[in-house]
C-alpha cells in the first residue's frame, strides 16, 4: 500500500471532484444500486405480461441480493488476496451482461436465474468501492470522500426509480437493459483506475487465521452492529411500513407517497455531502451515535402526525441520520481495519447490512402483526436507542 499523506499534502491536492479515482468509484457506486431501484417500477407489467400472481414478484428481489448475504466474506478475503481489480472488473461485467440479459428473457424461472447472476455481480460493487476509498484516501479526505460516495448512492436510489418508470412505459423489459453501463464501467476500472493494490503471497491458512482475529474485535462488532441496525431500520420502518401508514392515515396515490420516501434521499444527499466539514469537529462514532439519535426522534413523532405535510419532519430526520451516520460507520471500519484485512472487514459488515434488509421488514411486520402500524415505530424507537447503547459499549474502549 502507498503511504498515507501528511496534512499539508492532503492540503495542496487538488478538490476530489477533479479526482479521477473518485468518479470511477462514483460510477461503481451507481451500479450498485441501479440493479433493484431501477426495475421495480415495471413489476406490474412484468407480472402481467409474464403471467406471475403478485405475491411471487418479489423473488425477483430476494435472488438479487441473496448473494450478498453469503458471498459478501469470500469476496473480501479474494480481493485482499489477489486484488481490489481482479474482483470488482470481472463483477461489472457479470452483472452487466446478466443484467441486459435479463431484458430479453420471457420466461420468469429463466429471468430468476438471470437475477441471480446478476446479483452474484453485485455483491461486491458496494463493499469494494468504499474499500477503494479506504485504499487511495486518509483523514478528513477519506470522511469527505465517504459523505460523497454516500450522496451519490442516495441520488441514484431517488432517480433511477423515476428512470425506470418512464422506460417501463415502452415495455417492462426495457429498466433491464440500463445495467449494461456496468461493462464499460469495468473498462474503466481495468484501464484508468490507479489504486494501490495488496501483495497476495501470504500463506492462505495464515492468512485466514488473521483475518478472523482481526474481526474478532469489540469495537468492529460494535461497527457490525450499527451497520445492520440502520438497514433494519431502514428497510422495516421506513420502506415497508411508512408507506402503509401514509395511506391509512391521508388516502393519497402512490405517486405521493413515493416523494415522501424520496424526501430521504433529498435529506441524506444534502448531509451526507458536509461529513467531511462535520467530521472536523466530531468523532465518527459521536456522528453514529447522533444518528441514532435522529433515527429514535423521527420515528417517536410519526404515529402523532395528522398533517400530511408534517411527515417531511420524520422523513428528513431520517435522512440526516442516515446521511452522517452510513458514511461514518464507514470511515470508522476503513479506520480500525488492518490495511492487509480492509476489503475482508468491509465485505463482512456488508454481510450485516444483507442481513439488516432481510430482517427488518419481518421484525416489524411481528410488531405489525402484534400491535398495529403505530407498534412498528414504537418498536423502531427501542431498537434505535438500544443500538445507541451497545454501539457506545462497544466503541468507549
Not at 446478476?118 to 461486491?124: E, L, R, T, W
Request: charged letters at 10%; glycine letters at 8%.
Amino acid at each position: 500500500m502507498q503511504p498515507s499523506p501528511t496534512n499539508n499534502q492532503q492540503q495542496n491536492q487538488p478538490p476530489l471532484y477533479q479526482d479521477r479515482n473518485i468518479l470511477i468509484i462514483f460510477a461503481v457506486t451507481l451500479m450498485a444500486v441501479i440493479g433493484v431501484a431501477s426495475v421495480t417500477p415495471a413489476f406490474p407489467q412484468l407480472a402481467v405480461a409474464l403471467k406471475i400472481s403478485p405475491q411471487n414478484i418479489g423473488w425477483l428481489i430476494t435472488v438479487f441480493t441473496f448473494p450478498t448475504v453469503i458471498l459478501s466474506p469470500i469476496i473480501g478475503v479474494l480481493a485482499d488476496r489477489f486484488g481490489r481489480k481482479k474482483i470488482l472488473v470481472p463483477s461489472l461485467i457479470l452483472f452487466g451482461v446478466a443484467g441486459t440479459a435479463c431484458a430479453f428473457a420471457r420466461d420468469f424461472n429463466l429471468l430468476l436465474w438471470l437475477r441471480l447472476l446478476q446479483g452474484i455481480g453485485a455483491a461486491s460493487l458496494v463493499s469494494l468501492s468504499v474499500t477503494l476509498i479506504g485504499d487511495l484516501y486518509t483523514g478528513a479526505r477519506r470522511n469527505t470522500a465517504m459523505g460523497y460516495n454516500a450522496s451519490i448512492s442516495s441520488v441514484g436510489t431517488a432517480l433511477y426509480p423515476t428512470i425506470g418508470g418512464a422506460l417501463a412505459t415502452l415495455g417492462w423489459y426495457y429498466p433491464f437493459l440500463l445495467p449494461l453501463m456496468a461493462i464499460p464501467i469495468g473498462l474503466l476500472v481495468l484501464f484508468l483506475l490507479k489504486n494501490p493494490e495488496p501483495k497476495g503471497d501470504r500463506n492462505l491458512k495464515e492468512y485466514l487465521q488473521n483475518a478472523v482475529k482481526s474481526i474478532k474485535n469489540r469495537q468492529l462488532f460494535g461497527i457490525f452492529f450499527a451497520s445492520a441496525a440502520n438497514f433494519i431500520l431502514l428497510y422495516g420502518a421506513h420502506v415497508t411500513y411508512l408507506p402503509i401508514f401514509i395511506k391509512n392515515s391521508f388516502e393519497v396515490s402512490p405517486l405521493t407517497i413515493g416523494l415522501f420516501l424520496s424526501s430521504v434521499s433529498v435529506a441524506i444527499t444534502l448531509t451526507a455531502s458536509q461529513v467531511g466539514r462535520l467530521s472536523r469537529r466530531f468523532s465518527e462514532t459521536i456522528l453514529i451515535r447522533a444518528s441514532f439519535v435522529f433515527y429514535a426522534v423521527a420515528l417517536a413523532i410519526i404515529p402523532f402526525i395528522h398533517n400530511l405535510s408534517l411527515l417531511l419532519i420524520p422523513t428528513s430526520l431520517i435522512g440526516i441520520g442516515l446521511g452522517i451516520g452510513f458514511p461514518s460507520i464507514q470511515t470508522l471500519l476503513t479506520t480500525l481495519a488492518p490495511k492487509d484485512y480492509l476489503a475482508t472487514v468491509i465485505s463482512v459488515n456488508s454481510t450485516f447490512f444483507g442481513l439488516g434488509q432481510t430482517l427488518g421488514p419481518l421484525l416489524m411486520g411481528l410488531a405489525y402483526a402484534i400491535g398495529g402500524i403505530n407498534s412498528v415505530f414504537y418498536l423502531g424507537v427501542v431498537f434505535a436507542i438500544a443500538t445507541l447503547i451497545v454501539f457506545r459499549y462497544c466503541t468507549c474502549m
